[in-house]
């Protein structure tokens, strides 16, 4: 694949790593290679003022709500990898360019694109998380 991709070993910035450490820990709770629940995510979140959003942006889930949605993923998925390709860093913003794919527990399997933006507070936590997808066309 052509372009300029980031690679993660040579990323330097503070919450570009916790960024990717927050999608790095999910991933690891949903392929169960961890004993981990969403509480590991804890460290990395300011939960009283935490927001996710998708891609209308019509609706936000608050912690609780989007732990909620998180157990739903977890029980409807076995397998979740994603592949960074590029991570851009602003001001207290960070936006990953993903490529994530699925298996859920049928073996039927899901590819998509996404941008994840995570906004950061001062004290480095995230506090809000939008998520932009776009779904790959079949071959």
Known sequence: MAGHWTKQDEI?????????AYGDTLAKIINRTSDEG?????????T?????RGNERDEEKDWS?????LDEWHGASRVYN???????EAGNVVYLDLDEHSVMPD????????ISIYEFDDADRIIA???CMGFHQPK
Not at 12 to 20: C, E, G, M, Q, Y
Not at 82 to 88: D, F, G, H, I, N
């Open 107 to 114: 073996g039927s399997e899901s590819s998509l694109r996404s």
């Open 38 to 46: 969403w509480d590991a995510l804890l460290p990395l979140v300011d």
């Open 65 to 69: 709500a989007y732990r909620a949605m």
């Open 129 to 131: 998380v939008d998520v």
């Open 48 to 52: 009283e003022r935490f927001v996710r």
């Open 12 to 20: 330097t910035s503070l919450r570009t790593k916790r960024a990717i």
């Open 82 to 88: 994603k592949y960074l390709y590029r991570a851009t």
